[in-house]
């Protein structure tokens, strides 16, 4: 089509912006780090840069699998929601659409986070993993940068529950050494989760 095969890219792969998490499916285009084990919602944009109408347009969505790399295939899992039709997207980059939500439950990986892994295909244009045959891998930093059929962005982890993020639950012991009841206070938010009243020999 004239390019000669070039088309601009992130040099950092895993950090692009057309790819973002939701704590909810509200379909607001602004990140938000995912809480881990729980459900989650990715969204991703879209375009045809090709000179005629893409037809039968298919975005999957995937992630790491717990304590892996980023090796595809071998790494990666489907998102609980595994694929999403976008119907047709006029040429030349004159149409972009929002693909989402995908619901997906994020994990630790072998880095200490997880990746959003979104690839598409349209009639004609398949990924280049559809050619891959059963045995073969590649690293994400050689898939990536030489398919615009692939996009990534690594997530940061923060904990569940809809507490704040970086807080972790703690358990400790409490023990009264005057024999007589005590109550925790209610003024520390999200370090525990109710006030509870310590009987006289309670630890």
Not at 112 to 135: K, Q, Y
Request: glycine letters at 10%.
């Amino acid at each position: 089509d004239g390019r000669a095969g070039e088309y601009g890219y992130l040099p950092v792969h895993w950090a692009t912006t057309t790819i973002w998490n939701r704590r909810s499916a509200d379909g607001i285009a602004a990140h938000e780090e995912p809480a881990l084990g729980e459900t989650n919602y990715a969204y991703v944009k879209i375009k045809n840069r090709g000179s005629s109408i893409a037809g039968s347009v298919i975005v999957k969505g995937y992630h790491c699998k717990p304590s892996a790399g980023v090796l595809w295939p071998n790494d990666l899992q489907p998102m609980t929601t595994a694929q999403l039709s976008a119907g047709t997207l006029q040429p030349n980059n004159a149409e972009e659409k929002t693909v989402g939500p995908f619901e997906w439950t994020p994990v630790t990986n072998a880095w200490g986070h997880d990746c959003m892994l979104m690839i598409v295909s349209a009639t004609g244009d398949p990924s280049n993993v559809e050619n891959f045959t059963a045995g073969e891998v590649v690293e994400d930093w050689r898939l990536v940068p030489n398919d615009n059929n692939a996009a990534q962005r690594n997530v940061t982890l923060v904990p569940g529950g809809g507490h704040a993020p970086g807080i972790q639950w703690v358990r400790i012991a409490i023990g009264d050494s005057q024999r007589r009841t005590a109550a925790i206070p209610g003024d520390v938010p999200y370090l525990y989760e109710s006030i509870e009243t310590l009987s006289p020999t309670a630890s």
